[in-house]
C-alpha cells in the first residue's frame, strides 16, 4: 500500500493509474498466486447481501442450485426491464452472451462474464472499433483511464471484480467459492470472464 496515503481526489488519473499498476508489482513481488487471489478479491464491490436473502433462504431449504442459478438470471432481467429499461431486442442480447448477474451454470462451475457498465452499455453495444470497446467495458474507472492512455496494469487487479460473483455465491451458500480470472480486457480480451468454482459437498 506504499504511497496510497498520498493519493486524494485530486489526485490526476495518471498519478492513480501509476500508484495501482506499481501496488500490483509489488503484491505480485511478494505474494504467492492464492494470497494475490484472497487480498483483491478481498477489495471487491459486493452486491447488496439483503437483495440475495430470497435466494439464500432458497438455497438452505431446497440445495437445489439449478433453483437459485434461475432467480438470479431473473433478477438480472427484472433490472435490465426496469431499472435500465432497455430494449427487448438488447436485453435477448445480453442473456444470449450470457452477460450479468448469474453467469452460465456448467455442473457446478459458474462462467460469469461481466455485463459492460451500465452507463456505457449503449455505446459499447454500438461501437465497433475493439479498443474502444473495451474502454467503455469495465466498471471501474481506473482500468477504463489505464485502457485510454495505454497504460499496463497487471490483470491480477481483475480479481477485484471476480470478489463481486465470488461475494455473491458465498452468502448463497454461506460456503468458500473458489475463482479463476479466465479472461480480461487488461489481457486484450474483449470481456472479462471468471470461473466460479462451487464447492462439492453442498
Not at 4 to 26: D, F
Not at 54 to 68: G, H, M
Not at 96 to 107: E, I, M, N
Not at 148 to 154: A, G, L
Request: aromatic share 8%; with cysteine; charged share 30%.
Amino acid at each position: 500500500m506504499k504511497g496510497n496515503g498520498k493519493l486524494s481526489s485530486h489526485s490526476s488519473r495518471q498519478e492513480v493509474i501509476g500508484w495501482t499498476k506499481k501496488a500490483m508489482e509489488r503484491l505480485e513481488s511478494l505474494a504467492d498466486e492464492d494470497k494475490r487471489k484472497t487480498t483483491m478479491t478481498g477489495c471487491a464491490c459486493q452486491y447488496p447481501k439483503s437483495a440475495l436473502q430470497e435466494e439464500r433462504k432458497t438455497y438452505q431449504e431446497t440445495k437445489d442450485i439449478d433453483l437459485v442459478h434461475q432467480m438470479l438470471q431473473e433478477q438480472l432481467e427484472s433490472f435490465l426491464k426496469g431499472t435500465l429499461e432497455l430494449d427487448e431486442e438488447l436485453i435477448e442480447e445480453i442473456i444470449k452472451r450470457g452477460w450479468g448477474l448469474a453467469g452460465v451454470k456448467k455442473g457446478n462451475t459458474i462462467i460469469a462474464t461481466k455485463i459492460p457498465k451500465s452507463g456505457y452499455l449503449v455505446e459499447y453495444m454500438k461501437e465497433t472499433d475493439p479498443e474502444k470497446r473495451r474502454q467503455y467495458y469495465c466498471h471501474c474507472p481506473r482500468v477504463r483511464d489505464a485502457l485510454k492512455t495505454h497504460e499496463t496494469i497487471s490483470s491480477t487487479y481483475c480479481y477485484c471484480g471476480a470478489g463481486f460473483y465470488k461475494g455473491i455465491w458465498e452468502e448463497i451458500l454461506q460456503k468458500p467459492v473458489e475463482v479463476e480470472l479466465l479472461e480480461s480486457v487488461l489481457k486484450g480480451d474483449d470481456v472479462c470472464k471468471i470461473a466460479l468454482y462451487l464447492p462439492l459437498d453442498q
